[in-house]
């Protein structure tokens, strides 16, 4: 998945003590002696905790330190916070142009829905929709709220007590909207919930792109995750022999004393690197690009590489 996992026990070998770690927690990593304002060795995020240690997956491995004594410190994690914060602030500013222009006003009841005239019809791809639901406070079928779903030009709200079929309604709505040529954003308030709309869609194949951090992504459903579709990517692929060609340089460079071939060696070192990241940025373009679904926790649509993609539908699963 292009992440590092490496797990952490007590120098005693015990048990470990009383701690408030959770999996999902943004940990860093820390010299035992260092203070609290020492810089950390490396960042990561708690993928797995057993009685006697703590697994992190890390995006890079720490370049020093492992063989020292070390501390785990768990961080507040602010991203989701600041993204808030940011999309208010957008708000207030006002989206005069782009997809969500004539969105706002309907938001903010400054103009009335739309639909199309008729009822869309269509066949289903889940035939268990014959149990009826309530929708605010009227008795309709889920058939019925998928059709009047797909007939909005705008906004449609799908309300029910837990249990009701919500989600099954909403993977319904999905796959006629890609059946109909759509590319979806598909977002829910928690990684479970994202990950269930997921183990719905895959049985459909679905060209479907889950983003997010893999330790924080269900098993069932990592092959789906963009990490992993990065990974079998032909740029990837591209990405990993120049990462190879790089640390072999490095190695020479350690070795050459000569200062012209050390400074030759340095420069096709620059340029190395630099088509390594395009040749990343190309492989996460090109899945991104290829999906009809892309799902993610609503904090997670702020992931730059989405924010130059436009979509068709945008579906919130509040649970």
């Given at each position: 998945?292009?992440?590092?996992?490496?797990?952490?026990?007590?120098?005693?070998?015990?048990?470990?003590?009383?701690?408030?770690f959770g999996t999902h927690d943004v940990?860093?990593?820390?010299?035992?002696?260092?203070?609290?304002?020492?810089?950390?060795?490396?960042?990561?995020?708690?993928?797995?905790?057993?009685?006697?240690?703590?697994?992190?997956?890390?995006?890079?491995?720490?370049?020093?330190?492992?063989?020292?004594?070390?501390?785990?410190?768990?961080?507040?994690?602010?991203?989701?916070?600041?993204?808030?914060?940011?999309?208010l602030i957008q708000l207030t500013k006002?989206?005069?142009?782009?997809?969500?222009?004539?969105?706002?006003?309907?938001?903010?009841?400054?103009?009335?829905?739309?639909?199309?005239?008729?009822?869309?019809?269509?066949?289903?791809?889940?035939?268990?929709?014959?149990?009826?639901?309530?929708?605010?406070?009227?008795?309709?079928?889920?058939?019925?709220?998928?059709?009047?779903?797909?007939?909005?030009?705008?906004?449609?709200?799908?309300?029910?007590?837990?249990?009701?079929?919500?989600?099954?309604?909403?993977?319904?709505?999905?796959?006629?909207?890609?059946?109909?040529?759509?590319?979806?954003?598909?977002?829910?308030?928690?990684?479970?919930?994202?990950?269930?709309?997921?183990?719905?869609?895959?049985?459909?194949?679905?060209?479907?792109?889950?983003?997010?951090?893999?330790?924080?992504?269900?098993?069932?459903?990592?092959?789906?995750?963009?990490?992993?579709?990065?990974?079998?990517?032909?740029?990837?692929?591209?990405?990993?022999?120049?990462?190879?060609?790089?640390?072999?340089?490095?190695?020479?460079?350690?070795?050459?004393?000569?200062?012209?071939?050390?400074?030759?060696?340095?420069?096709?070192?620059?340029?190395?690197?630099?088509?390594?990241?395009?040749?990343?940025?190309?492989?996460?373009?090109?899945?991104?690009?290829?999906?009809?679904?892309?799902?993610?926790?609503?904090?997670?649509?702020?992931?730059?590489?989405?924010?130059?993609?436009?979509?068709?539908?945008?579906?919130?699963?509040?649970?």
């Amino acid at each position: 998945m292009g992440k590092t996992l490496l797990e952490f026990q007590s120098t005693k070998g015990d048990v470990l003590p009383t701690h408030k770690f959770g999996t999902h927690d943004v940990a860093v990593l820390k010299l035992n002696k260092a203070d609290s304002e020492s810089p950390a060795l490396g960042q990561g995020v708690v993928y797995q905790l057993k009685d006697s240690s703590i697994t992190v997956a890390f995006d890079d491995i720490p370049e020093e330190g492992l063989n020292s004594p070390l501390r785990l410190e768990k961080v507040v994690n602010e991203v989701t916070y600041c993204r808030m914060k940011d999309a208010l602030i957008q708000l207030t500013k006002g989206v005069l142009k782009g997809p969500a222009a004539d969105l706002v006003p309907v938001l903010f009841g400054e103009r009335l829905l739309t639909f199309s005239k008729r009822d869309v019809t269509f066949s289903p791809f889940n035939f268990n929709l014959d149990h009826s639901w309530v929708f605010s406070g009227a008795f309709f079928f889920k058939k019925d709220g998928i059709s009047k779903a797909l007939s909005s030009k705008d906004v449609f709200l799908l309300h029910g007590a837990p249990g009701t079929g919500k989600t099954t309604t909403v993977v319904e709505i999905i796959l006629q909207e890609v059946k109909g040529g759509s590319k979806i954003l598909a977002c829910a308030a928690s990684n479970i919930a994202v990950d269930n709309i997921i183990e719905r869609l895959v049985p459909h194949r679905v060209k479907l792109v889950r983003l997010g951090h893999p330790a924080r992504l269900l098993p069932q459903v990592l092959d789906s995750a963009l990490d992993a579709q990065v990974l079998r990517g032909d740029n990837s692929s591209l990405a990993n022999d120049i990462r190879k060609e790089i640390k072999a340089l490095n190695g020479k460079l350690l070795k050459t004393k000569d200062r012209n071939t050390r400074r030759d060696i340095q420069k096709e070192l620059r340029n190395l690197s630099k088509e390594e990241q395009k040749r990343q940025q190309l492989a996460v373009t090109d899945v991104i690009k290829g999906a009809d679904v892309l799902l993610t926790t609503l904090t997670g649509a702020f992931y730059r590489k989405v924010e130059n993609s436009s979509f068709n539908l945008v579906i919130i699963d509040e649970g």
